[in-house]
């Protein structure tokens, strides 16, 4: 059987990406997307641009212009797959090989360092010399930061491939250099500078908020193709830095060695091992045109979750027991490849798609068994149905469910107890096995039915094709990354490009606890640490008190909101132990150190993973949110925590030396979006003890609760999460005003800089793209201080005589 490494694309056989980048899918593209800052000396990329004072503007949402070329079905965090290969695959607007190989340009970097900053703003910016790959923590922003003694060190073999530290030295500048008065003043220069050229001033700030700050924002172009918004460049560059964080993270904490061999053996080991995935393919019962019926949709499912971390319909996770009782807990949460998916399959012209699919099944299979194109298109017309049902349940407001094995024809007439306890036995091997009087605990009530009734009105047989085809784009590559991403984006120069990013988001994937331990410790020092720690409890003290101000409260409800608010846990970090070279060894001392095959290693290692399952090391990795992908940040009623991903603590979220306002409105709104929703109309139903009631609201507040939530905007709309988020964060602004500290602009206040900053994170090319970014006007036109900020005149769009507020 031919292996992908005898089908080149210039054997004549069409390449992916001759469809993939054909022009048809270009229809899909802004041709108005940014260019990111080009290399020095390189040639400069020029790109029609609209005007951006004549776009708009009535009746737009919050922040953002609508581009109607692009599907409404195709949201934001397609630019953060937890596994990105067919996000990567199919990405078109790459980067020059300068730039390309895991590191951000600095000038890109530098160019996200502000406020509102897009990377095109940089022009205005002073200009910064470039930073030396040997480079020293603690210099001056700008200078050459290089010591004969750091010149003559060898480089890691994480360096190979064109790989720089560059970026991570540009990073390193507002993370990890000490403050000093002259770094400081260059940061606010340079931070005035770009404010002022993102900033469309053409549009009235008492008009269209949102417009004002994000206008001019657009996604840098190295990912203008699947980045739809502010957040999604932030994990799309995480996904960059990933081998430079990589190689500081190893320097502290040595006993990431394997975390860095794994990722080094996936830009090194390049053969291909073709059978080695499909024999693991067929053990899971992916392969289709094989299927017997010995293992159902729904255990397969369960099997490659629990067991692979692969969640392709849903993700399951065991939770630590409780001092509630010794029943063991299954969590189970929508997976967030759903709308990724959607929007890759989008992306794919119809007449194209049998092209696409058959060239990967012959990358496989070689010519043999390869489904004709009838078969291929009957693929494509079962493929868009599943997604379109699957997408529609992701949408849907989730309340959360909490009840034992033997209660679960409740929430589903399709499972009954013993059909349920078979397939979570038979999938999961725990010892001893689940039993009826454990817990099942859904994320939403109706996630479980949502599945099963797919799987009844699609068939198995249907079913599994969607498993295997969406399994193939993005785990394919595991088999010989090199072949494969050539024979994906039609060249090697581009599969170069592509590839430290693919096996930066499967070796995280991998080891996600080390990876996150690695991250802090390269990117932040104690100290920080625990000066991010503390001002997030301070968000949490606001949002207390906030509730506890509340008239229209009665006593009993205020101290049952402010409890859970105040008791909320934050994840965002490994816990000490887990910072330590000592606790990380333990952790991962059964993991192997290499493998004969990329794609070997890298089931080695799940398989590793699989029996650390009920350890502590377990349940600390399933608090962490990945970096490569969002939501950066989510709530967890259940667990009453918000788990906070590393990757967000950047700008334009969090800022070391920026100014208070730069705080509250970026890391402290963004945060207080996610806390709030402890006390939304799905967080009443749950106690600060976990315990699901019909509403921890008395009677006597729940009208005036129902009324806040949802009888003052239109259609009914809910005021969270960014009504009661922006009051909370400017609460704690207010406390934290510092009048002796220096503006960031003479031009702009601090109450200004601190709407700005929060508005900043919602940039988006379209309203799709505000899954995980909010609604910057919704938020900033029905609070005050807004108005008073900016001097909206009463009546104006962004000063209406009615607000809708909650804690007011």
């Known amino acids: 059987m031919p292996t992908p490494e005898s089908k080149k694309p210039e054997d004549g056989a069409p390449s992916l990406s001759v469809v993939i980048e054909g022009e048809d899918l270009q229809k899909n593209v802004p041709t108005d997307a940014g260019l990111a800052p080009q290399p020095s000396g390189a040639p400069q990329q020029k790109t029609p641009r609209k005007t951006a004072g004549k776009r708009r503007r009535k009746g737009r949402g919050a922040s953002q212009t609508q581009n109607k070329a692009m599907p409404a079905t195709q949201s934001a965090e397609v630019a953060s797959a937890p596994a990105a290969a067919s996000v990567d695959a199919i990405q078109t607007a790459e980067p020059s090989r300068e730039e390309a190989g895991g590191s951000l340009s600095a000038s890109a970097f530098r160019a996200e360092s502000c406020p509102g900053a897009s990377p095109q703003a940089d022009a205005g910016a002073p200009k910064q010399e470039p930073v030396s790959d040997a480079a020293a923590t603690g210099s001056t922003p700008g200078a050459t930061m290089s010591t004969p003694a750091a010149a003559d060190k060898p480089r890691s073999p994480l360096a190979k491939k064109g790989q720089s530290v560059m970026a991570m ?109 499909k024999e693991f393919m067929r053990a899971r019962g992916l392969l289709w045109w094989e299927y017997s019926g010995r293992n159902p949709p729904l255990q397969i499912l369960f099997d490659l979750s629990f067991n692979w971390n692969v969640d392709l319909w849903f993700a399951v996770r065991l939770l630590p027991n409780t001092a509630q009782g010794p029943q063991r807990r299954l969590y189970i949460t ?144 595991l088999a010989g990354p090199r072949d494969f991403l050539r024979a994906v984006h039609g060249s090697s120069e581009k599969a170069e490009e592509v590839w430290p990013r693919y096996c930066a988001v499967h070796t995280e994937g991998s080891y996600k606890l080390m990876a996150a331990a690695l991250s802090a410790v390269a990117l932040f020092t104690a100290d920080e640490r625990r000066r991010i720690d503390t001002y997030l409890k301070v968000v949490q003290q606001a949002a207390a008190k906030r509730t506890q101000a509340a008239q229209w409260l009665d006593e009993e409800t205020k101290k049952v909101a402010a409890e859970k608010l105040l008791s909320a846990r934050t994840f965002l970090w490994p816990s000490e132990k887990y910072l330590t070279n000592e606790g990380v060894e333990e952790a991962y001392k059964d993991f192997p150190e290499n493998g004969t095959s990329f794609v070997r290693l890298w089931i080695d290692s799940r398989q590793s993973g699989r029996r650390t399952v009920g350890s502590e090391a377990y349940f600390e990795e399933q608090q962490l949110t990945s970096s490569m992908s969002l939501p950066y940040a989510e709530y967890v009623h259940m667990l009453n925590a918000v788990e906070l991903a590393v990757g967000a603590m950047r700008p334009p979220l969090y800022y070391p030396r920026g100014t208070k306002a730069m705080l509250h409105g970026g890391l402290g709104y963004f945060f207080a979006r996610q806390l709030t929703r402890a006390v939304d109309d799905e967080g009443v139903k749950v106690d600060p003890h976990g315990r699901i009631l019909s509403s921890w609201v008395n009677e006597a507040s729940g009208p005036a609760f129902d009324k806040r939530l949802r009888g003052c905007l239109a259609e009914n709309e809910s005021v969270f999460p960014e009504v009661p988020a922006l009051e909370v964060a400017y609460a704690a602004f207010r406390e934290d005003v510092d009048p002796t500290q220096e503006l960031l602009s003479p031009e702009l206040s601090e109450e200004q800089v601190f709407f700005i900053a929060a508005c900043s994170t919602s940039c988006s090319k379209s309203s799709a793209g505000n899954a995980f970014t909010g609604q910057c006007n919704k938020a900033v036109m029905n609070f005050a201080p807004f108005a008073q900020a900016f001097g909206c005149a009463p009546g104006s769009r962004m000063n209406p005589e009615k607000k809708c507020s909650f804690f007011d």
């Open 169 to 277: 030295n540009a990073l390193l500048e507002d993370h990890c250099s000490p403050t000093s008065t002259t770094k400081t003043l260059l940061f606010y220069i340079r931070c005035r500078k770009l404010l002022h050229t993102q900033l469309n001033k053409s549009i009235e700030a008492c008009d269209d908020f949102g417009a004002y700050v994000c206008d001019q924002w657009r996604p840098q172009e190295l990912f203008a193709r699947l980045s739809d918004s502010v957040l999604s460049d932030m994990a799309s560059s995480w996904r960059q830095i990933f081998q430079a964080v990589l190689e500081r993270g190893t320097s502290v904490l040595p006993a990431g060695r394997k975390v860095a061999a794994m990722f080094n053996s996936c830009l090194t080991k390049s053969e291909a091992h073709v059978d080695v995935l």
């Open 334 to 477: 929508r997976s967030p490849l759903i709308p990724i998916w959607n929007r890759v399959f989008n992306l794919i012209p119809r007449d194209k798609f049998a092209t696409v699919y058959m060239a990967m099944f012959e990358l496989l299979l070689g010519n043999s068994s390869l489904p004709t194109h009838k078969q291929a298109m009957s693929v494509y017309i079962s493929q868009g149905a599943i997604l379109k049902r699957l997408l529609e349940s992701t949408r849907s407001s989730q309340s959360p469910a909490f009840f034992p094995l033997m209660d679960v024809a409740k929430h589903s007439s399709l499972a009954t107890p013993k059909y349920m306890e078979n397939i979570i036995n038979r999938a999961l091997q725990l010892d001893p096995p689940f039993k009826q009087d454990d817990l099942l605990v859904l994320s939403d009530s109706t996630l479980l039915d949502a599945v099963l009734t797919a799987i009844r009105d699609f068939g198995d047989y249907a079913v599994l094709q969607h498993f295997t085809w969406f399994f193939m784009q993005t785990y394919a590559a």
